[in-house]
């Protein structure tokens, strides 16, 4: 880590430091972000499509229809499922840092005056 890439904030309750957002480190979050949706949509859609699959075919619905009603679904849950895996790297520890959420200097002001950040409210 080169002194260029260190910015140090200074805060009464904890002491940060931020590092530059490199190449690899970027790579490293997105990797850990990536294999995580990629079996979270993969578990979510398969499992989804097979039971609708299994229904819609006991009832012996043509397949356009079935098409028709789980490509929606798949929309859906592709849109919304990856945010999952967002929560699940948040705070996570990549060795030489920590993917966490900061709060900004006004917001921290505002937090420890009323004990509920802005983001909160």
């Not at 990629?38 to 819609?56: K, Q, S």
């Not at 060795?95 to 409210?121: C, H």
Request: charged letters at 20%; hydrophobic letters at 50%.
């Amino acid at each position: 880590m080169d002194s260029d890439d260190i910015i140090q904030h200074r805060d009464t309750r904890v002491s940060l430091i931020e590092v530059e957002a490199t190449w690899n480190r970027v790579i490293r979050v997105y990797w850990s972000y990536f294999w995580r949706q990629l079996i979270i949509l993969l578990l979510g859609t398969i499992g989804i499509d097979v039971f609708l699959a299994l229904m819609f075919y006991a009832v012996d619905t043509p397949k356009h229809t079935v098409l028709q009603v789980i490509m929606p679904i798949n929309l859906v849950l592709g849109t919304c499922l990856p945010i999952i895996p967002m929560k699940l790297i948040l705070g996570k520890n990549f060795g030489t840092f920590r993917l966490v959420l900061v709060s900004t200097e006004a917001d921290a002001q505002k937090a420890d005056s009323t004990g509920v950040s802005a983001a909160d409210s």
